[in-house]
């Protein structure tokens, strides 16, 4: 099976320089951070590289052949999920996944448990990014792992009075033993950030590959990815991978160059 997912974060005003007003703060988190108005450039260019026809959300993907669906993802519960981008999204007739960091739920920047309850009123696929947005996913104890997707999605589910089935995977830090964790706590679809269309399943829990949309990320880009360009899907998986060697090799000292570079 095969699904072009975009990951997003948040959406800021074009005076919020910082974007301390949605989501996490600091540098690292402000590189994904979108003004609205490049936002808007990003939707129109996609209602015309993905017609209606595809697209589509984890509970319309299916065998099918021809292109592969196009899916819109929103991690970390930032407070401009709602009313703004949804908003943005609902007047583009389509509907996106929110993936929320359940213990910063009514904290300042994100999302309040009646913004949660709208967003899935209008329609779109609430799910969980951990309860803490703990670091290092894919080297914790699995035990650990389960307490933290459990409780995320116990938090959701008291929010929504149904079951949250969807989640995705905190820094990308994606292992074998996290879709375990996953799976045994109810989740049957877990986005990753690995640049790829591909879907599998690991212990009967569907993963599904992720473009990386930032702040600078151009319009033309993300219609590329949209429309199944080969060239710029290559290139991000090319630096996805080598990241994924520098971490390997370096351990902490990638993620203190890291702070260091964005502060």
């Keep these: 099976m095969r699904a072009l997912s975009l990951l997003y974060?948040?959406?800021i005003a074009e005076d919020d320089r910082i974007g301390v007003a949605s989501g996490f703060p600091g540098g690292a988190?402000?590189?994904y951070k979108l003004e609205r108005g490049r936002f808007a450039q990003h939707l129109a260019a996609l209602a015309a590289a993905a017609p209606a026809a595809r697209r589509a959300t984890v509970h319309d993907l299916r065998e099918i052949s021809g292109p592969a669906p196009v899916m819109?993802?929103?991690?970390?519960g930032g407070a401009s999920a709602h009313p703004l981008v949804s908003a943005l999204i609902e007047s583009a007739g389509w509907r996106a996944h929110f993936l929320i960091t359940t213990d910063f739920i009514g904290q300042r920047g994100?999302?309040?448990?009646?913004?949660?309850?709208?967003?899935?009123?209008?329609g779109h696929v609430i799910g969980s990014h951990s309860c803490s947005h703990l670091t290092g996913m894919s080297?914790?104890?699995l035990a650990r792992l389960v307490e933290e997707w459990r409780r995320s999605v116990d938090v959701l589910e008291d929010v929504l009075g149904e079951p949250v089935r969807t989640a995705s995977v905190p820094f990308g830090a994606f292992s074998h033993r996290v879709a375990?964790?996953?799976a045994a706590a109810g989740i049957t679809a877990l986005f990753t950030s690995?640049?790829?269309?591909r879907c599998r399943q690991v212990e009967g829990c569907r993963v599904i590959g992720r473009y990386a949309v930032r702040s600078d990320t151009p319009a033309a880009v993300v219609a590329a990815f949209a429309a199944g360009a080969r060239g710029v899907r290559v290139r991000q998986l090319v630096l996805w991978n080598l990241k994924k060697v520098a971490k390997a090799?370096?351990?902490d000292a990638y993620a203190a160059l890291r702070r260091v570079v964005y502060r």
């Excluded at 690995?194 to 269309?197: F, M, R, Y």
């Design 194 to 197: 690995e640049p790829t269309d």
């Design 29 to 31: 988190a402000g590189s």
């Design 72 to 76: 819109l993802t929103f991690d970390d």
């Design 110 to 122: 994100f999302v309040t448990r009646a913004d949660v309850r709208a967003l899935a009123t209008r």
């Design 180 to 182: 375990a964790a996953a």
């Design 249 to 251: 090799v370096s351990g």
């Design 9 to 11: 974060h948040d959406v």
């Design 139 to 141: 080297a914790r104890p």
